[in-house]
């Protein structure tokens, strides 16, 4: 595993539980506003942190950690993620994966294996608008289609969350993400924070208000709509 972070406590990456967060390098998308710019484009200049290493503070912190949120960059193109995740299953933790979703295969292998109780994927944008927002044209929205699909007919909880930004973000996407994604269990709005690790500092946030409005609209399709501010 290529591992270039370690969170050792959080109370808000994995809902429900105190938890370490573990950051792997590289990406398969580049969205503009990425606020882990750094981890996407530049892995190689944080220095990397051995897995023994990591393994060993979580069996240190068994009792008081109950779960590891993995994250990045993109976590399932890491090919020792699997083996990995098993190695803190069987510590005793729970394991939530953060995932632009790119990788259905992956992920229905991680599910099929039950080594993942969380999954937390993004919804970059509407599908027709997916290519300007994860910063490449050579884009297979089916992919991404299919792993919403795994998540909402399977039997694992899980959560889909967009960082919203104005300037790539509006009502129509929201209504078209609504009905793409209608029945969805859980979708958090996220609004962006500017930070000197974004991609492109060219992007602002709406106000709680207005993204208010975008979580009525999402309401008439999905059982849970959140913001996270």
Known sequence: MQIYGLNKTTLLDFPEHVAATVFTGGCNFCCP???????????????????????????????VLSGVCITGGEPTLQKDLPAFMKKVKELG????????????????????AGLTDYVAMDIKNSRKRY?????????DVALIE??????????????????????????????????????????????????????????SSYEKEELEGFAEMLEKTIHRVELRI
């Not at 933790?93 to 099929?112: A, E, F, H, I, S």
């Not at 795994?150 to 973000?169: A, D, N």
Request: charged content about 30%; proline content about 4%.
């Open 131 to 139: 290519p300007e927002t994860m910063g490449k044209d050579n884009l």
């Open 33 to 63: 506003f990425c606020h882990n710019g750094d981890l996407v484009l530049r892995p190689q200049g944080y220095p990397r942190i051995d897995e023994e290493e990591v393994l060993a503070f979580l069996k240190k912190r068994r009792g």
């Open 93 to 112: 933790y729970l394991v939530k994966l953060d995932t632009n979703g790119y990788r259905p295969d992956v992920l229905k292998g991680l599910m099929d």
């Open 146 to 203: 299919k792993s919403a699909e795994l998540l909402m007919t399977g039997s694992i909880p899980y959560e889909f969350r967009t960082t919203v930004t104005k300037q790539l973000h509006d009502g129509e996407a929201f209504a078209e993400i609504g009905e793409w994604l209608s029945g969805a269990e859980a979708y958090f709005l996220q609004a962006y924070q500017d930070s000197e690790h974004v991609i492109e500092r060219r992007f």
